[in-house]
């Protein structure tokens, strides 16, 4: 699939996000901090290239961990995105998109976070917290074997 240009925005149209997308993948974070922030699941469309933020005036950070912060609208409270701390990956909220007709449901992350009230119907690639971080560690921090 080529890389497609896409807008997302907030309730209130104030703050905008244009992204370059390679995959109109959605993935759900199931983690902790994920569920507070966003109400639920968060459910989010990866971009790390070409993306651009409008209304930067309503837009709020925070920093939620060592590595990673997000962002959401100060006037409306929407819940937009979540970023590397140095801005080279994110995690943009699906909901804010305003086409994602191509989009498939592929993954889920921090499935050992998820409470047992909940569930997808979908088949997902599913990873525990863990394994999910393992990703990120370096290389002498990885076991050997």
């Not at 959605?26 to 699941?41: E, N, Q, S």
């Not at 651009?52 to 709020?60: E, I, N, P, R």
């Not at 590397?84 to 921090?110: G, R």
Request: aromatic share 12%.
């Amino acid at each position: 699939m080529a890389t497609k240009r896409l807008q997302a925005k907030c309730l209130c149209g104030g703050v905008r996000i244009d992204a370059d997308i390679d995959e109109q993948e959605v993935g759900a974070c199931h983690c902790d901090i994920c569920r507070r922030w966003a109400g639920g699941p968060f459910l989010a469309v990866e971009a790390s290239e070409n993306v651009v933020l409008a209304g930067t005036d309503l837009l709020t950070v925070y920093e939620s961990s060592g590595w990673g912060e997000r962002g959401f609208c100060n006037a409306c409270g929407s819940t937009l995105f979540w970023r590397s701390k140095d801005a080279t990956h994110y995690a943009i909220s699906a909901m804010a998109f305003d086409d994602l007709t191509e989009a498939a449901f592929t993954k889920q992350i921090f499935i050992d976070s998820k409470p047992d009230w909940y569930s997808f119907a979908n088949e997902t690639q599913t990873m525990t917290g863990a394994e999910f971080l393992a990703q990120f560690a370096s290389e002498e921090d990885k076991p050997n074997g």
